[in-house]
């Protein structure tokens, strides 16, 4: 993921203060929303393709620290690193397979 966010468009449910768009490498069709739900105390990430959202994830307040600890140590790494190829090659082509095959499901390459 670059990291880079979603361009701050109402999208499929209008955003609160609380919730951030997130937009994938791949292109704003791909998308994650990170909502805060201060009633539940707790953080639903959401993955949209287009106007759907395809999958959710609750994330308790007690795993956030985790989380956000994991995304810290790989952004320090990140700076103490050389640059790196954005997807592992072999031969030339691409060492991630086309098919996702616990999914059943046709990757865009």
């Known amino acids: 993921m670059s990291g880079a966010a979603a361009p ?20 704003v069709e791909r998308r994650l929303k990170v909502t805060w739900h201060p009633q539940r ?7 949209w393709h287009r106007d759907t959202c395809t999958a959710t ?8 620290a985790r ?8 952004l320090g790494r990140a700076a103490a690193s ?14 991630w397979p086309a098919r996702i095959p616990h999914l059943g499901r046709w990757r865009r390459g």
């Open 8 to 27: 701050e468009r109402p999208g499929p449910a209008a955003s609160g203060p609380s919730a951030a768009w997130f937009a994938d490498d791949r292109g």
């Open 82 to 95: 050389p640059y790196a190829p954005r997807e592992p090659e072999v031969g030339g082509r691409r060492a």
């Open 67 to 74: 989380l956000v600890s994991t995304l810290v140590e790989g």
């Open 57 to 64: 994830f609750r994330l308790p307040l007690g795993e956030a």
């Open 41 to 47: 105390r707790m953080f639903v990430l959401s993955v």
